[in-house]
């Protein structure tokens, strides 16, 4: 089955404890990309990576890291977690970023709560 | 930078009633495509349109992309319980990343 597969689902922690979400994909896409969703603001994107070893930052980079080194893998890195980096997180993959018709297929989501 | 705006914000409505919620922006979009997000999942695509004017149908749904390619609306008709949802428009140029609209919530009471 065609999916993103996100990890952990669901996790508490406390500042300044680095944390790593990791994602996955299995269908062989080119491009893949990180968003955070907050109440009223939409789905606003951290990171994106057009391919292996490359990445580029999103709109909110701010506090976080990513890394390419393969093509099914994209973990999203918080090295100092802060409370306002506490939100729902999406990862999504779709076959290309050069065609603005490719469909993103998202991860179910891992909910981040930095106390 | 590009950026969507959709209305209603909220919308909560009786099964069998019809319902139009709206994606705006100023910019213009090559595509524009429309996800719902169930709680606990991830937004699934439902349509993309591409050419100014272009109307498409899924089911009970229908999507217009403006003919200007600024704006962009989605109608249900006869809404179900089933279709409750955040509703999320996406614009997108070619080479350039997705913009998401903040999206509409919709309940719809049995």
């Known amino acids: 089955e065609a999916q993103v597969t996100q990890n952990p689902r669901y996790l508490i922690t406390v500042t300044g404890k680095k944390l790593t979400v990791t994602c996955s994909q299995n269908m062989n896409h080119e491009y893949m990309s990180w968003y955070r969703q907050d109440p009223g603001l939409g789905l606003r994107q951290i990171y994106y990576s057009m391919n292996v070893e490359v990445t580029d930052k999103g709109d909110v980079p701010e506090g976080y890291k990513v890394s390419r080194k393969e093509k099914r893998n994209f973990p999203l890195i918080l090295e100092s977690p802060s409370p306002n980096q506490t939100s729902l997180y999406f990862c999504a993959s779709s076959l290309s970023s050069v065609y603005s018709n490719q469909p993103q297929h998202f991860g179910d989501g891992t909910r981040l709560s930095i106390l | 930078t590009q950026l969507l705006e959709q209305s209603p914000q909220f919308l909560s409505i009786q099964e069998g009633e019809n319902l139009t919620v709206y994606c705006n922006s100023s910019?213009?979009?090559?595509?524009l495509q429309w996800y719902r997000q169930e709680p606990g999942e991830g937004p699934v695509l439902l349509v993309t349109?591409?050419?100014?004017?272009e109307v498409k149908k899924l089911k009970r749904l229908t999507f217009q992309f403006g003919d200007a390619r600024k704006d962009s609306s989605l109608h249900i008709t006869a809404a179900q319980p089933g279709d409750t949802g955040l509703y999320l428009c996406a614009g997108g140029n070619y080479g350039q990343n997705f913009v998401f609209g903040p999206g509409t919530r919709l309940s719809v009471l049995p």
């Open positions: 349109v591409v050419t100014g004017g």
């Open positions: 910019s213009v979009f090559s595509s």
